[in-house]
């Protein structure tokens, strides 16, 4: 397995002889507005530029979108990549946003989904605390993770945009995956309330995977982000964690 790191959830796995491209936002350094109802909205969108080509990021068979919030799918992204290509979506809401953007080869995913002979697991994540939930439901909306498993590759678990919760810790216990990937840039709505990962949370998420090595994305790239990649490596070293928890830097990859 490969992954590697592009800008904000935007990643791509090499998986069992597949490309496959999560949460693609491809739009130019600071080309849309910083998203409303979020602190720091005064602060353009991306804050990052991308790391690599766009030919080279839309190279793949696949792509998944664990939700269709604008920066994990963006109109950049439904201009580049190719009309017919295998879009996953986590329910038929989103794959209906997806096809009348012009989009023909689009799967739902259950909760079991079989790929190519990859297995494709879909898995509840949760938004932000229940306050925040009940709060902003509409802006919040529903969102994923995924499994992947293959006999012949480790098991990984991308979270999605999810805070700790009871969802994400019994996923934890039922896939036993090798490598979790984070969305873990502290992300924070008006009201200083958080509606990802940030350190506590992935300390709890280190303390409920003794084996697994963990990925910190989603980092730097979007204008409510409270939590740096300097301040989450300060945090590791102080908690020891170093040598299971990576912060990779834009267009960084791993192989494992």
């Known amino acids: 397995m490969q992954f590697t790191q592009i800008r904000n959830a935007t990643v791509k796995i090499n998986y069992a002889g ?6 693609p936002w491809l739009a130019k350094k600071g080309a849309v507005p910083g998203f409303g109802g979020t602190i720091n909205d005064h602060i353009r969108n991306p804050t990052a530029e991308l790391p690599m080509p766009v030919s080279e990021i839309v190279d793949v068979d696949a792509v998944i979108l664990t939700h269709d919030h604008p920066d994990h799918w963006d109109d950049a992204a439904k201009n580049a990549i190719p009309k017919d290509m295998l879009i996953f979506t986590q329910h038929e809401k989103d794959a209906q946003s ?7 080869n689009i799967r739902v995913l259950d909760e079991n989904n079989d790929y190519e002979g990859i297995m494709l697991i879909k898995t509840p994540g949760q938004h932000g605390r229940p306050k925040v939930l009940e709060d902003m439901k509409e802006l919040l909306g529903e969102v994923s993770g995924i499994v ?10 991308i979270a999605g945009d999810t805070v700790w919760c009871q969802a994400v ?8 995956p090798d490598v979790v990937v984070l969305n873990s840039c502290d992300a924070k709505v008006i009201g200083n309330e958080s509606i990802i990962m940030g350190k506590q949370d992935i300390y709890e998420v280190y303390k409920a995977a003794p084996e697994a090595i963990i990925i910190a994305s989603h980092m730097e790239a979007v204008n409510h982000a409270t939590l740096s990649r300097k301040e989450l490596r ?3 070293g102080e908690k020891g964690m170093m040598q299971r928890v990576l912060a990779p830097e834009d267009g960084e990859s791993y192989t494992f």
């Open 98 to 104: 997806v096809r009348s953007a012009g989009f023909s």
């Open 169 to 176: 810790e019994d996923s934890l216990k039922k896939y036993h």
């Open 148 to 157: 992947f498993k293959h006999p012949d590759e480790k098991t990984l678990y």
């Open 234 to 236: 300060e945090f590791l």
């Open 18 to 23: 597949k490309k496959i491209l999560i949460d």
